[in-house]
């Protein structure tokens, strides 16, 4: 079975457009990820300021489960 030119050409501009959408793709997961993480952070930070001018006032903030 032999190509035309006009099979090569679509066969390449698949393959273009597979590695287009990995490389999208994987920038999507990479910021997702990076997103996640900021967010945790961001939280983390939060609730320490939270316990910290807890602390200053005399409050204890409720722990465990039961408050």
Not at 12 to 31: D, H, K, T
Request: positive net charge; hydrophobic residues 45%; without cysteine.
């Amino acid at each position: 079975m032999n190509l035309v030119p006009q099979q090569i050409f679509q066969l390449v501009s698949l393959l273009a457009v597979l590695a287009l959408f990995s490389i999208s793709l994987r920038g999507q997961i990479g910021y997702a990820r990076w997103f996640k993480k900021w967010e945790a952070d961001r939280k983390a930070r939060r609730d320490a300021e939270l316990e910290a001018e807890a602390r200053e006032r005399g409050d204890q903030p409720p722990k465990g489960p039961w408050g």
